[in-house]
């Protein structure tokens, strides 16, 4: 079994996962459980220090092989440390010729640092008025900085709305993380309330939208995905901007958001959960759920092919309308996000299931 102790650069953007133990058959299992909680913090690097794991070259080629191709997917650079002996077996390996190994720490760091190309913004945001406009003016100089100046009006926005968020109702101290991965531009915020946020849904979905000053509805209009999650100190709230819509991004940046598209179709209803799309609304139980705009397209997608495996691929393309060779993570943090919302985590009854190595399938819960 796999052990790690995981440390956090937020100045350059590196987590130093060290690990110990044996590579046994349960040592991917392991390894995949420690690289996904460092990816779901969108770092710019990851080091990997195996220097106390002992395994077969062979099996661990595989992993490590595996582990780096889903990082990559989602715009994260991923390298290994390992013991001279080691690394020769790897590089003995089909899988392991293609490994970002090192002999140190050191190297790996360097790498990732100076040349890796450093599209990493950090800032630790004291609970007062002018924390806002700071958050707001660093955000639209890190998109300038990074050759994407059509998105700083988007960036700036979502920066100062979710940091003024934190402030107000998180009080303390609040961390604005920007990155640039990809296709995709992130921007998180870390609080330490445990208070989590909700989309205010207005009573009239397709009446006067723009007019709401509900900062998180902004968020909702600019962003291409939006969610927030727990964390053992509090929550992170999140946004995604994708990097190549350039027509959206325009409009973003003239302060005229496209409002979204009417839906269309009968409604839905699969077990005890009914959505209608020509109202918005959607009810699980008898009670209602409220979702972000992109949440809502994910639950009608899945809804309406209800008991179908759906790949990652299919739901960038046709929910997030991305590449299918874009980074995955968006898709993740969605389902993750809708599974809360349906009070998925940890239910023995769940809507949601994912089908390993294949994609997601929503059904009716067993029991019913």
């Known amino acids: 079994m796999l052990t790690s102790l995981v440390e956090h650069d937020w100045l350059d953007g590196v987590w130093l996962a060290k690990l110990t133990g044996d590579f046994t058959d349960t040592g991917h299992v392991d390894l995949r459980r420690i690289i996904r909680k460092c990816l779901a913090d969108d770092p710019a690097a990851i080091v990997v220090d195996l220097v106390d794991v002992t395994s077969d070259g062979g099996v661990l080629a595989t992993a490590l092989a595996t582990e780096q191709r889903r990082a990559a997917n989602q715009g994260i650079a991923l390298a290994f440390v390992l013991r001279a002996q080691i690394a020769e077996e790897l590089k003995a390996t089909i899988m392991g010729r293609h490994l970002a190994v090192f002999p140190t720490v050191e190297a790996a760091r360097f ?27 660093q955000a639209g100089a890190a998109c300038l900085d990074w050759g994407v100046p059509w998105l700083q009006g988007a960036a700036r926005l979502i920066a100062s709305e979710l ?68 964390v053992d100190d509090g929550k992170v709230v999140w946004a995604t ?9 325009k409009s973003r940046l003239e302060g ?19 959505l209608d799309p020509a109202t918005r609304l959607v009810s699980l139980d008898s009670r209602a759920i409220q979702l972000s705009s992109h949440e809502f397209e994910l639950l009608d997608y899945l809804m309406r092919r209800a008991g179908q ?9 046709d929910v997030w309308r991305l ?46």
């Open 309 to 317: 495996i759906v790949t990652k691929r299919q739901l960038l393309t």
């Open 241 to 249: 901007v994708r990097i190549h819509d350039t027509a959206s991004a």
């Open 111 to 137: 790498l990732a640092v100076h040349l890796v190309p450093r599209r990493w913004l950090h800032l630790t945001l004291e609970s007062q008025p002018q924390s806002v406009a700071y958050a707001r003016n």
């Open 256 to 274: 005229q958001p496209s409002a979204p598209s009417r839906p269309s179709g009968h409604a839905v209803a699969v077990g005890d959960m009914v």
């Open 323 to 368: 590449p299918d060779d874009a980074a995955s993570g968006v898709v993740d943090d969605g389902i993750r996000s809708l599974r809360e919302k349906l009070g998925d985590e940890g239910s023995a009854l769940p809507y949601l299931h994912t089908v390993p190595g294949l994609g997601v399938r929503l059904t009716p819960p067993v029991g019913d």
């Open 163 to 230: 940091v003024d968020n934190a402030i107000r109702h998180g009080g303390g101290v609040a961390e604005l993380t920007v990155s640039l991965q990809r296709e995709l531009l992130r921007i998180r915020v870390h609080d330490h309330s445990e208070h989590l946020p909700s989309l205010r849904v207005p009573a009239s979905p397709w009446g006067d939208w723009q007019d709401s000053t509900s900062g998180l509805q902004r968020v909702d209009a600019y962003a291409t995905a939006w969610g927030v999650r727990k």
